[in-house]
């Protein structure tokens, strides 16, 4: 564990070097948080402060930083005993709602601490339903629900690791950061001064700017970041997250998802997280496996399915019709093209490659204003 | 510095952070020291005593219960931000049950401003009246009150002052003279026949002070005041040898009294006793009323009287007395208790439980009663209602506990475990009600006053242990039934 802990600290030393400031804070802020030390957290706290100010100058920052990781790799990572590295393990789940008759239909997948699988899937297709199933919301009809890490534990205390943020995230009553420290009272006992945590957490999701402010005076995204940075304070296991990232701008959504695969990777505090989202390919880019629902069955799943269908396809958006396009396109064994809201989907069998494809348009002088090949994403299970 | 108590205790203390308390009971405080001044430095005279001194508080009832009511909502506007149940954080053992003893130190502390304000009149009566033996002055009335006649039922033997052999003896007399008049008259018709004025003749004494009995006032222990015999015999002592100095000595003291505690009347001792000694045998010439006139039925008008408002100076003296001992006596203590504990049980079945779970059991559980009524109504036997009252506890507490274990039906569960929590505190009480009826009824088959049911007597004797008793079980059995079990319910799944 010390090695990895060292690891990470030269990463952050190196982002510092390389001039990616945001993302050594970000990093450094990881660290930190490994060592759940009131020290460290107090100096990296008064590094933030430092970086507001106006007398920042890189030298000088690099040389702070350097003395941070110095006492953290002296600190080390906190060491807590996680128990199984299994999370949950779902065997052949299924509930019917009898009133719709919608079913979730045999789930099977297992999670293991630091994983994360993304839930994707059109609307109304079951996505949260089998979020709050896992969560223990709901109860399955058929198969069963396990969490190896929790065997021992009651229902209750099993609940207070389950930690399921729902779409419409509920209004916090008082100052933003006496929400944070209450809930950091609850599960850091052994701790003096819970501030120092909420703070942590708060500066970690780059909130500090907000922290003095009340719910009625951040914007939703914000809302979802503070309630994220809640979330993390109560040390879950399993953190399912339903569409977390609809409130969020395009960058945020990136950071957060990042932040979040740091985070679930941590090597004092790791969970298993589930995100279901609209967002594919972003959700894609953080994931371990895709659970694709389609009617409450899983349709695809790309950890552990082999995947038969080995054609290619492509997202185009190109200036030209769809005729000139197939022209251009035709050396190549073209099967369909698809017209899809701005962007053309199209099809070739196996045996070729992007690359080809955009060879033969460079061919044809066709301009090519966004490409993506979408071959092994659920993003073809759209289509219609 | 208000500040920094709430970073401390958020972060050491969150219960108490959350229920606000260590704000709301300074505040509480002061609104009590506020009540008690008032009560304190309310204007104060001995006419008080016995002049409404209760119903004055009316607008000081009124006001605190508004007052506590106003500190209630804006308390509970901040308490009710945060549920750590509900949001599933992880408590310890005894946290709910910490969390339930708070709401009762809240609800006991901010229900009683009423009694502090009358704690503080009650201390200052009590220094307004440190001086007054009541016991002395009661004495002094009383002694006063042989030669003061108020009423002309007091002039019969049963009310007499006699030893009972001379009560007899008395009443032996008036048979005689009863039966000499009787076999006098000859006339069948007379009214002689009648019995009732003969009953009444016999039994009624001559209207003389030498006859006259009375033990107008008391204090609360009998025994500690001088007893009517002992009083007659000196005032019969005072008349017979003519002490008219120490009757009117007597009859001054009293006026004075009367005076002291602003008692209206019209006795003039002086020529009271002059017409007192001046009459035939101590004949009584003139019967005290209790108002200033009286309305006459035939005149149409009120004619003045004499008059002494003699229920006052009683007033004063058990007011008085009352002050000394205190109100605080176990009864209210325990009321307040009881409030305290259903308020705060009722407040933590909400935060035990969803919203929508809460209002359908507070909207079920009218539903319940309106059927038990009916269902008691019908079959037109009220002991009915008891046996379908323990019946439903029965089922409502098995359903819920087999329910909320086996992870089955989540709402109703809910709603039966909030009827069973709520129904807890009265299930006692009532078994112990009903137990003493039945043994009432046992008790009543034996005959005479002598002796009594054993078991009914322990029953009817041991109310308050009951009470107690059913505070501390109801407490024991939220710590170890009710509160796991509301974990229980939270973390189960929905249907």
Same mark, same amino acid.
């Given at each position: 564990?010390?090695?990895? =802990?060292?690891?990470?600290?030269?990463?952050?030393?190196?982002?510092?070097?390389?001039?990616?400031?945001?993302?050594?804070?970000?990093?450094?802020?990881?660290?930190?948080?490994?060592?759940?030390?009131?020290?460290?957290?107090?100096?990296?706290?008064?590094?933030?402060?430092?970086?507001?100010?106006?007398?920042?100058?890189?030298?000088?920052?690099?040389?702070?930083?350097?003395?941070?990781?110095?006492?953290?790799?002296?600190?080390?990572?906190?060491?807590?005993?996680?128990?199984?590295?299994?999370?949950?393990?779902?065997?052949?789940?299924?509930?019917?709602?009898?009133?719709?008759?919608?079913?979730?239909?045999?789930?099977?997948?297992?999670?293991?601490?630091?994983?994360?699988?993304?839930?994707?899937?059109?609307?109304?297709?079951?996505?949260?339903?089998?979020?709050?199933?896992?969560?223990?919301?709901?109860?399955?009809?058929?198969?069963?629900?396990?969490?190896? =890490?929790?065997?021992?534990?009651?229902?209750?205390?099993?609940?207070?690791?389950?930690?399921?943020?729902?779409?419409?995230?509920?209004?916090?009553?008082?100052?933003?950061?006496?929400?944070?420290?209450?809930?950091?009272?609850?599960?850091?006992?052994?701790?003096?001064?819970?501030?120092?945590?909420?703070?942590?957490?708060?500066?970690?999701?780059?909130?500090?700017?907000?922290?003095?402010?009340?719910?009625?005076?951040?914007?939703?995204?914000?809302?979802?970041? =503070?309630?994220?940075?809640?979330?993390?304070?109560?040390?879950?296991?399993?953190?399912?997250?339903?569409?977390?990232?609809?409130?969020?701008?395009?960058?945020?959504?990136?950071?957060?998802?990042?932040?979040?695969?740091?985070?679930?990777?941590?090597?004092?505090?790791?969970?298993?997280?589930?995100?279901?989202?609209?967002?594919?390919?972003?959700?894609?880019?953080?994931?371990?496996?895709?659970?694709?629902?389609?009617?409450?069955?899983?349709?695809?799943?790309?950890?552990?399915?082999?995947?038969?269908?080995?054609?290619?396809?492509?997202?185009?958006?190109?200036?030209?019709?769809?005729?000139?396009?197939?022209?251009?396109?035709?050396?190549?064994?073209?099967?369909?093209?698809?017209?899809?809201?701005?962007?053309?989907?199209?099809? =070739?069998?196996?045996?070729?490659?992007?690359?080809?494809?955009?060879?033969?348009?460079?061919?044809?002088?066709?301009?090519?204003?966004?490409?993506?090949?979408?071959?092994?994403?659920?993003?073809?299970?759209?289509?219609? | 510095?208000?500040?920094?108590?709430?970073?401390?205790?958020?972060?050491?203390?969150?219960?108490?952070?959350?229920?606000?308390?260590?704000?709301?009971?300074?505040?509480?405080?002061?609104?009590?020291?506020?009540?008690?001044?008032?009560?304190?430095?309310?204007?104060?005279?001995?006419?008080?005593?016995?002049?409404?001194?209760?119903?004055?508080?009316?607008?000081?009832?009124?006001?605190?219960?508004?007052?506590?009511?106003?500190?209630?909502?804006?308390?509970?506007?901040? @308490?009710?931000?945060?549920?750590?149940?509900?949001?599933?954080?992880?408590?310890?053992?005894?946290?709910?049950?910490?969390?339930?003893?708070?709401?009762?130190?809240?609800?006991?502390?901010?229900?009683?401003?009423?009694?502090?304000?009358?704690?503080?009149?009650?201390?200052?009566?009590?220094?307004?009246?440190?001086?007054?033996?009541?016991?002395?002055?009661?004495?002094?009335?009383?002694?006063?009150?042989?030669?003061?006649?108020?009423?002309?039922?007091?002039?019969?033997?049963?009310?007499?002052?006699?030893?009972?052999?001379?009560?007899?003896? +008395?009443?032996?007399?008036?048979?005689?003279? @009863?039966?000499?008049?009787?076999?006098?008259?000859?006339?069948?018709?007379?009214?002689?026949?009648?019995?009732?004025?003969?009953?009444?003749?016999?039994?009624?004494?001559?209207?003389?002070?030498?006859?006259?009995?009375?033990?107008?006032?008391?204090?609360?222990?009998?025994?500690?005041?001088?007893?009517?015999?002992?009083?007659?015999?000196?005032?019969?002592?005072?008349?017979?040898?003519?002490?008219?100095?120490?009757?009117?000595?007597?009859?001054?003291?009293?006026?004075?009294?009367?005076?002291?505690?602003?008692?209206?009347?019209?006795?003039?001792?002086?020529?009271?006793?002059? +017409?007192?000694?001046?009459?035939?045998?101590?004949?009584?010439?003139?019967?005290?009323?209790?108002?200033?006139?009286?309305?006459?039925? @035939?005149?149409?008008?009120?004619?003045?009287?004499?008059?002494?408002?003699?229920?006052?100076?009683?007033?004063?003296?058990?007011?008085?007395?009352?002050?000394?001992?205190?109100?605080?006596?176990?009864?209210?203590?325990?009321?307040?208790?009881?409030?305290?504990?259903?308020?705060?049980?009722?407040?933590?079945?909400?935060?035990?439980?969803?919203? +929508?779970?809460?209002?359908?059991?507070?909207?079920?559980?009218?539903?319940?009663?309106?059927?038990?009524?009916?269902?008691?109504?019908?079959?037109?036997?009220?002991?009915?209602?008891?046996?379908?009252?323990?019946?439903?506890?029965?089922?409502?507490?098995?359903?819920?506990?087999?329910?909320?274990?086996?992870?089955?039906?989540?709402?109703?569960?809910?709603?039966?475990?909030?009827?069973?929590?709520?129904?807890?505190?009265?299930?006692?009480?009532?078994?112990?009600?009903?137990?003493?009826?039945?043994?009432?009824?046992?008790?009543?088959?034996?005959?005479?006053?002598?002796?009594?049911?054993?078991?009914?007597?322990?029953?009817?004797?041991?109310?308050?242990?009951?009470?107690?008793?059913?505070?501390?079980?109801?407490?024991?059995?939220?710590?170890?039934?009710?509160?796991?079990?509301?974990?229980?319910?939270?973390?189960?799944?929905?249907?």
């Amino acid at each position: 564990m010390q090695e990895r =802990f060292d690891q990470q600290l030269k990463e952050v030393h190196s982002h510092y070097e390389s001039g990616d400031l945001d993302l050594g804070l970000r990093r450094l802020l990881d660290c930190a948080i490994e060592t759940e030390n009131a020290e460290v957290f107090r100096a990296v706290l008064d590094f933030c402060e430092y970086l507001e100010s106006q007398a920042v100058q890189a030298a000088t920052t690099i040389e702070k930083v350097d003395i941070l990781i110095k006492m953290m790799a002296k600190v080390g990572a906190y060491y807590r005993e996680n128990g199984s590295d299994e999370v949950i393990s779902l065997a052949h789940v299924g509930k019917k709602y009898r009133n719709s008759g919608f079913a979730i239909k045999d789930i099977n997948f297992d999670l293991k601490l630091g994983s994360i699988m993304g839930l994707v899937g059109e609307n109304g297709n079951g996505k949260t339903t089998l979020l709050r199933l896992i969560a223990g919301e709901l109860k399955a009809d058929k198969g069963k629900v396990a969490y190896p =890490f929790a065997a021992a534990q009651d229902e209750y205390a099993l609940k207070s690791k389950l930690i399921y943020i729902e779409q419409r995230i509920p209004r916090w009553h008082g100052s933003l950061m006496d929400n944070l420290i209450y809930t950091t009272a609850h599960y850091h006992e052994n701790w003096k001064d819970h501030r120092l945590w909420a703070e942590i957490m708060i500066a970690r999701l780059g909130l500090r700017p907000y922290r003095n402010l009340t719910w009625g005076r951040i914007s939703s995204g914000y809302r979802t970041r =503070f309630e994220l940075a809640k979330t993390l304070l109560r040390r879950p296991k399993l953190l399912l997250l339903d569409e977390p990232l609809a409130n969020l701008d395009i960058v945020a959504q990136q950071t957060i998802l990042q932040d979040l695969k740091y985070m679930a990777n941590s090597l004092s505090a790791p969970f298993a997280m589930i995100l279901s989202s609209q967002h594919i390919y972003e959700v894609e880019k953080v994931s371990d496996s895709i659970l694709f629902l389609k009617q409450g069955a899983a349709q695809w799943d790309k950890k552990n399915q082999a995947d038969s269908d080995s054609s290619l396809i492509l997202e185009l958006e190109v200036d030209v019709n769809r005729e000139t396009l197939k022209n251009a396109l035709s050396p190549l064994n073209l099967q369909k093209i698809q017209y899809n809201g701005g962007v053309f989907l199209v099809h =070739f069998s196996s045996n070729h490659s992007g690359a080809q494809v955009l060879s033969e348009l460079a061919k044809h002088e066709v301009e090519v204003h966004y490409f993506r090949n979408i071959s092994q994403s659920s993003r073809r299970f759209f289509i219609q | 510095m208000i500040t920094k108590i709430q970073a401390y205790l958020i972060s050491r203390y969150p219960l108490l952070w959350n229920t606000r308390i260590v704000f709301l009971l300074p505040i509480i405080f002061g609104i009590h020291m506020l009540f008690y001044l008032a009560g304190y430095f309310k204007h104060f005279n001995l006419s008080d005593l016995h002049d409404g001194y209760y119903y004055r508080y009316e607008g000081v009832v009124m006001f605190s219960v508004l007052l506590t009511a106003l500190l209630i909502i804006i308390w509970l506007i901040f @308490y009710l931000r945060n549920n750590p149940l509900k949001a599933g954080y992880p408590l310890r053992r005894f946290h709910l049950i910490k969390e339930f003893f708070l709401l009762m130190v809240v609800f006991f502390s901010s229900a009683t401003f009423f009694f502090t304000y009358q704690q503080g009149v009650f201390n200052r009566t009590n220094i307004e009246t440190k001086e007054i033996n009541t016991i002395d002055e009661v004495n002094q009335a009383n002694l006063a009150f042989n030669f003061i006649a108020a009423d002309r039922s007091d002039f019969r033997i049963y009310r007499s002052c006699d030893s009972l052999a001379a009560r007899d003896k +008395r009443r032996e007399e008036r048979l005689e003279e @009863y039966y000499r008049l009787r076999d006098a008259d000859l006339n069948p018709d007379s009214d002689m026949i009648n019995n009732e004025p003969i009953n009444e003749s016999l039994d009624t004494l001559p209207l003389s002070y030498l006859y006259y009995c009375s033990l107008r006032y008391s204090v609360t222990n009998k025994d500690e005041q001088v007893p009517a015999t002992i009083q007659h015999d000196r005032a019969h002592r005072w008349l017979l040898s003519g002490h008219r100095d120490s009757v009117l000595y007597q009859l001054n003291l009293f006026k004075a009294l009367l005076e002291k505690y602003r008692i209206a009347n019209n006795l003039d001792p002086e020529s009271h006793v002059s +017409r007192m000694f001046a009459a035939n045998n101590f004949e009584v010439d003139t019967i005290y009323g209790t108002t200033k006139s009286t309305y006459d039925d @035939y005149l149409q008008k009120d004619i003045p009287q004499a008059y002494i408002r003699d229920a006052d100076f009683q007033d004063s003296i058990d007011q008085i007395s009352e002050v000394r001992r205190g109100f605080w006596d176990w009864e209210i203590i325990l009321f307040m208790f009881y409030y305290a504990f259903s308020m705060a049980l009722l407040l933590m079945s909400f935060r035990m439980t969803s919203i +929508r779970v809460w209002f359908a059991a507070l909207v079920g559980s009218g539903l319940v009663a309106i059927l038990v009524s009916l269902v008691v109504v019908s079959s037109n036997q009220s002991e009915l209602a008891l046996y379908l009252i323990w019946l439903l506890y029965i089922l409502f507490h098995l359903g819920a506990f087999v329910f909320i274990r086996s992870r089955l039906h989540k709402f109703l569960s809910g709603v039966l475990f909030l009827w069973t929590l709520w129904m807890q505190l009265s299930i006692l009480p009532m078994i112990w009600g009903k137990l003493e009826d039945h043994y009432r009824e046992i008790n009543n088959m034996i005959p005479g006053n002598e002796v009594s049911n054993p078991t009914y007597t322990w029953l009817n004797r041991h109310w308050h242990e009951l009470l107690e008793f059913n505070l501390v079980f109801t407490f024991i059995l939220l710590l170890v039934f009710f509160m796991p079990l509301a974990k229980k319910w939270q973390a189960n799944p929905e249907e």
